[in-house]
């Protein structure tokens, strides 16, 4: 009985550990970082242009570049920012099915302190990894 439950723990230990270090939840988080650089940058067309499928067919590219503008340049230079959680999902409200990372980000900027930013990570059509959703909140 005692060799069933330490199998059992082990196996749960293994799949939180396995799905915790997927290649592929740390593949969406780098390409979340990296695009987050690109708008804490100023480089609103940018994250555009490597934005996901889905993303650049919801939102037109000058339409964005507005939005950016108007929302997130106001709050400045970052001053923090950390990933508190990345929970994978396969069903997005209001997004077609698929393979989804949605990433929370305890962050602070100079001009306004703490927010929560999301960014939510897909596995596009060509089979790599892009932005879909960034939410400031």
Known sequence: MKKQIICFIGAIFLVLWTSAC????????RVA????????????AQSWDS????????VAKEQWLQILGNNRAPLGAVASREIES??????LPGA??????VIRYASTFANRKPVTETV???LD????WRVAVYVVK
């Open 51 to 58: 934005g996901a499928s889905i993303f650049k067919l919801a």
């Open 22 to 29: 997927s290649p592929s939840k740390k593949t969406a988080e």
């Open 33 to 44: 970082n990296e695009w987050l650089k690109v708008v804490d940058a100023g480089n609103y």
């Open 96 to 101: 077609p099915d698929g393979e989804y990372y």
């Open 120 to 122: 939510t990570s897909v």
């Open 125 to 128: 059509r060509d089979g790599k």
């Open 86 to 91: 990345a929970e994978y999902t396969s069903d």
